[in-house]
């Protein structure tokens, strides 16, 4: 079978960001299947972001 490139949206190798995500039916589907709560993905994405966020600084004072 031959390889076929992606079409549509997402076709240039590009990510969804988190608002697209949470805009899909399929995944407020699952969510809603799985009690998961938008809030807390949301919350638990930002804790994320400011945990890499430090990470990545403390590493470059230590490189410095």
């Keep these: 079978m031959p390889f076929r490139c992606a079409r ?3 076709s240039k190798n590009e990510e969804p960001t988190l608002d697209e995500l949470l805009a899909e039916p ?4 699952v969510m809603a299947r ?3 709560d938008e809030a ?5 994405a ?3 972001r400011e945990r890499r966020k430090r ?6 004072m230590e490189s410095s």
């Design 8 to 10: 549509g949206a997402y």
């Design 34 to 36: 799985d009690r998961v």
């Design 46 to 48: 930002a804790e994320t």
């Design 55 to 60: 990470l990545s600084s403390s590493r470059r």
């Design 40 to 44: 807390e993905v949301r919350r638990i």
């Design 26 to 29: 399929a995944v407020r589907l």
